[in-house]
């Protein structure tokens, strides 16, 4: 039987995060992934400056071989309206490819890590647990994403809950392409469907070209999709062949997530328990925070198995997470009468000081929360 203190299931940013910080206070950690690293992930891989911050990364160091995109602005429109291009003249975001972010995180954690193991059988035992019938740990942290078997062993059910679905592509563009291309990597575009009740987006990291739209209702996804690829091809934003058959995803936004956060013994963290900001689908970030605050509650009650702990965590991550405003244009579609949404979403995002001030600064860069300092 392995023994360690603290068992995290999942090597992505939420379990790499948490087992950094635990393992820097010398908690016997163990980071369990059923993928092997580097592996990629789907996700537009748009960071903002606080995950570089809370993680210590240098980036100097981190775009030694890697893809660090400095992002300067972002164009953003109703899809198909005015565009506004709002530049800030300094970097406010990053754009990385998560096969090499998730990986540099996970390399450098310092946890044990046992990679290509999926997590299929966990037990409790009086106060440990025991994963796989051979690792035995003190306290259990769900990181497994959405489809996390630790969340599920809580009682979540993906089938029930309202998630938003996703798809993405990812690809280095060829010359003929990136000729083609006329996104510039310091400005991605957003792109807001006509109801908003999404978007989609093109981020260009260096020669490496994502394309993705998310919605807060699947069953329209591939058609909206498929627009959206069309409306790329004839601007000549893509001008070019798209690649077919883009990977799709789901995970659940902050305040639409009916997931127990801790129960004793047990911790979820980043997508296993639905953190992703409700306005802009930013899950790396809150992946990034809860790692961190499950490592501080761990510390701060000893690794103690019980009440406590869950107590702990839950107050912590509401005080950094809860307050987040529902103030979201996916949920605009919902409060909205359906015949008012699209005029005033044409008319507020063709103005300058509203794509600046409110879609970027606060709902996309959450520039009134700086980072997360434990
Ligand atoms: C299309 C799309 C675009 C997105 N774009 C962005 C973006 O640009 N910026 C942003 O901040 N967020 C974005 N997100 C959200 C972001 O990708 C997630 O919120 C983030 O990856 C959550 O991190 P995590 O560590 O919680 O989970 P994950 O990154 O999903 O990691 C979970 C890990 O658990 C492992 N695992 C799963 N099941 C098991 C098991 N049974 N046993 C063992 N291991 C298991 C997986 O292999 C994986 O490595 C996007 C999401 C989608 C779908």
Not at 47 to 54: G, R
Not at 145 to 169: D, K, M, N, W, Y
Not at 325 to 336: D, I, N, Q, S, Y
Not at 340 to 346: D, G, I, K, N
Request: aromatic letters at 10%; proline letters at 5%.
């Amino acid at each position: 039987m392995d023994s360690c203190d603290v068992l995290i299931v999942g090597g992505g940013p939420a379990g790499s995060s948490c087992a950094w910080k635990l393992r820097a206070s010398g908690l016997d950690t163990v980071v369990l992934d059923r993928q092997r690293f580097p592996r990629d992930k789907v996700c537009a891989g748009w960071i903002t400056p606080a995950v570089i911050e809370e993680l210590e990364i240098v980036p100097s160091d981190y775009d030694r071989g890697r893809v660090l995109q400095p992002i300067h602005g972002f164009r953003t429109s109703l899809m198909g309206g005015r565009e506004v291009e709002s530049d800030y003249g300094r970097p406010i975001s990053y754009g990385i490819r998560r096969c090499e972010f998730d990986n540099y995180l996970l390399k450098r954690c310092g946890a044990r890590v046992l990679e290509g193991e999926p997590l299929a059988t966990l037990k409790r035992s009086e106060d440990h647990w025991i994963a796989n019938g051979r690792i035995r740990a003190h306290i259990l942290v769900g990181a497994g994403g959405h489809f996390c078997p630790v969340a599920r062993f809580l009682g979540a059910s993906a089938r029930t809950e309202t998630s938003i679905a996703a798809q993405e592509t990812e690809f280095e563009m060829t010359e003929p392409q990136r000729a083609h291309c006329s996104i510039r990597a310091e400005i991605p575009e957003l792109y807001f469907c006509p109801d908003m009740r999404g978007y989609g987006w093109c981020v260009r990291k260096d020669n490496y070209l994502n394309i993705g739209l998310g919605r807060l209702d699947a069953h329209g996804l591939p058609q909206h999709v498929a627009e959206f690829l069309a409306f790329l091809k004839e601007t000549g934003k893509a001008g070019f062949e798209l690649p077919s058959g883009l990977k799709g995803h789901s995970y659940l936004l902050s305040g639409f997530s009916p997931r127990p956060a801790a129960t004793e013994g047990v911790l979820l963290i980043g997508d296993s328990a639905g953190l992703a900001y409700p306005q802009s689908g930013e899950g790396i970030r809150p992946a990034v925070e809860s790692g961190l605050l499950a490592a501080k509650a761990i510390l701060d009650t000893g690794a103690c198995w019980g009440r406590r702990l869950a107590e702990t965590y839950r107050s912590l991550l509401e005080r950094r997470l809860g307050t987040s405003a529902r103030e979201w244009v996916f949920t605009l579609g919902k409060h909205v009468p359906s015949w008012l949404v699209h005029p005033a979403a044409r008319a507020l995002l063709a103005n300058g000081w509203f794509a600046r001030h409110v879609v970027l600064d606060r709902w996309f860069l959450h520039s009134q929360e700086p980072a997360l300092t434990y």
